[in-house]
């Protein structure tokens, strides 16, 4: 049975992963500088690094640890490109995504 809090953290991770690819389609369909090559990649790198560290974590590889912290730092920087657009659902998204990947990341760096 895996653990509650790595639970709600996978289940942080698959929502972040799900509104980043939602994101990419609004963004192109906007164009502009919502559809910047920059801003669609880090939202694809966002939602590609989510859904890895989830599949790490459910299989709790001796490589979580690394992958909560860079995955933090992804969804962080990823919340401020979205914030710079004002795409306030992804923003927020990722920032308490980032947020409690930090949290298990302490958490895990204790263990």
Same mark, same amino acid.
């Given at each position: 049975?895996t653990?509650p809090?790595?639970?709600?953290?996978?289940?942080?991770?698959?929502?972040?992963?799900?509104?980043?690819?939602?994101?990419?389609?609004?963004?192109?369909?906007?164009?502009?500088?919502? @559809?910047?090559?920059?801003? *669609?990649?880090?939202?694809?790198?966002?939602? @590609? *690094?989510?859904?890895?560290?989830?599949?790490?974590?459910?299989?709790?590889?001796?490589?979580?640890?690394?992958?909560?912290?860079?995955t933090?730092?992804?969804?962080?920087?990823?919340?401020?490109?979205?914030?710079?657009?004002?795409?306030? *659902?992804? @923003?927020?998204?990722?920032?308490?995504?980032?947020?409690?990947?930090? *949290?298990?990341?302490?958490?895990?760096?204790?263990?």
């Amino acid at each position: 049975m895996t653990d509650p809090k790595i639970m709600s953290t996978i289940n942080h991770l698959f929502g972040c992963h799900r509104t980043c690819v939602r994101q990419t389609g609004e963004s192109l369909d906007l164009s502009g500088e919502h @559809a910047a090559r920059a801003h *669609i990649a880090q939202l694809m790198d966002c939602a @590609a *690094i989510c859904r890895l560290t989830a599949d790490i974590l459910d299989r709790r590889s001796p490589w979580a640890l690394a992958l909560c912290e860079l995955t933090a730092q992804v969804c962080t920087a990823t919340a401020e490109s979205c914030e710079q657009l004002d795409e306030k *659902i992804c @923003a927020r998204t990722c920032r308490e995504t980032a947020d409690v990947l930090t *949290i298990l990341a302490a958490q895990l760096a204790e263990s």
